[in-house]
């Protein structure tokens, strides 16, 4: 490690309160699917900020666009309407067919908004009132306080059980563990679509099919979350839409503004007719220009350059190539995953893996103590699956030998 990384490692750990260990390196460009630290290394980027930069780096068209924003008005508060973000919202409500908007900062604050839309939809005004909702095992929302209330793992919630706000946990794609934790006062189920953070777990048709009746029967609002597998993640642009089941509300965020911090709560109108009015919720920079200017581009890029139906082109490569390497290591136990979302189970702590494939130039993450992520820009080809594979190859032939 040169001087310099040394030094700014140890300036970061004097400064920055130590909510993360990061792995000991400085990063400081990027460049289509590849990102440099401070000392001109090269890394192949498999990662993609978690599910960010569906487009790359340094994507000019992207960079131009936001630029020319920021010569023209970066915020104003929503007391007042701007062009981007109704430009935002319509291009948003067009790929999502949902008919609602609301844009956050991030995607636990667009959980945040959720979790309070399903509340208000059934806070006594003809329902009775209903508090509960029920969230799914191993699931992953967000740190704050409502979002890591539905969180279904129980670790991120031990030192906080206070916000504990009448959740139930079911298990993931299993509707009839749902059934059964059903009540009068359920009010709300949340799920991701595909679990991220939980294992890159697809929910099955027959599943949300099977949810989405029993949330009809009962009155109970049905909530999406595609905050990592939305955005052309899975081939579709949301999860949701390659099983023709439609939730009541829904997030997104992560690579809804491909860099810039932007997300998104959406409902249809008839949710919308019933909840949230003037004076219950709000923002300050929300859907401020400078975001919502991200949007619009990000969603032209995506329609002009048939991102998802890319996604769906080179997805069974990838795929491919995974199952190569998982046969041919008997540590990794299971492929898993949907699109470009996808996991490598092994029978032990993938940590020395990761760190032994960023030595070589690959940045990849876990998602449990034991699972390979692979969340990469959507726009990767063949040649980038096939250099992945060589250096994950070696990452993992030097860590079964140590």
Do not use: W
Not at 46 to 74: E, P, S, T, W
Not at 213 to 242: H, P, V, W
């Amino acid at each position: 490690m040169e001087e310099s990384t040394k030094m700014l490692i140890e300036q970061a750990e004097r400064d920055l309160l130590h909510t993360y260990n990061r792995y000991q390196v400085v990063l400081d460009r990027g460049e289509g699917v590849y990102l440099y630290d401070i000392e001109g290394k090269k890394y192949l980027d498999f990662v993609a900020g978690i599910a960010v930069f569906a487009l790359g780096y340094a994507n000019q068209a992207y960079n131009d666009a936001l630029k020319r924003q920021i010569d023209k008005l970066l915020h104003t508060s929503n007391y007042y309407y701007n062009v981007p973000a109704i430009q935002a919202a319509h291009k948003l409500k067009e790929v999502t067919g949902m008919d609602r908007v609301f844009f956050t900062n991030s995607g636990a604050e667009a959980v945040e908004g959720a979790i309070k839309s399903a509340m208000k939809v059934h806070s006594g005004k003809g329902t009775g009132g209903r508090s509960e909702i029920i969230a799914m095992e191993h699931s992953f929302h967000g740190r704050t306080i409502g979002a890591l209330s539905v969180t279904g793992n129980a670790h991120y919630r031990e030192d906080f059980e206070t916000i504990d706000r009448q959740v139930r946990f079911a298990k993931f794609n299993d509707a009839e563990s749902v059934r059964a934790l059903v009540t009068e006062n359920t009010c709300a189920v949340i799920l991701e679509v595909v679990q991220g953070e939980g294992g890159l777990i697809p929910a099955t048709t027959e599943f949300l099919k099977e949810v989405r009746s029993l949330c009809d029967e009962k009155g109970i609002l049905l909530i999406f979350d595609e905050i990592q597998c939305g955005m052309g993640r899975t081939g579709s642009m949301f999860a949701f839409q390659n099983h023709g089941v439609k939730p009541d509300i829904m997030t997104c965020a992560k690579a809804l503004g491909c860099g810039v911090p932007v997300g998104a709560f959406l409902m249809t109108e008839e949710t919308a007719a019933k909840s949230l009015v003037p004076g219950d919720h709000g923002t300050t920079y929300g859907g401020n220009p400078f975001a919502a200017a991200a949007v619009c581009e990000v969603l032209r890029q995506y329609e002009e350059r048939d991102i998802p139906g890319h996604v769906k082109e080179i997805a069974p490569y990838f795929e491919k190539k995974l199952d190569e390497i998982a046969a041919a290591h008997p540590c990794i136990l299971q492929r898993r995953g949907c699109g470009l979302m996808q996991g490598l189970v092994f029978d032990r702590p993938v940590a020395p893996v990761i760190r032994a494939a960023m030595d070589r130039g690959l940045i990849l993450i876990n998602a449990g103590a034991d699972i390979l992520r692979f969340v990469p820009p959507l726009i990767i080809e063949k040649e980038h699956i096939d250099e992945m594979a060589e250096i994950l190859e070696q990452a993992i032939r030097e860590t079964e030998e140590a």
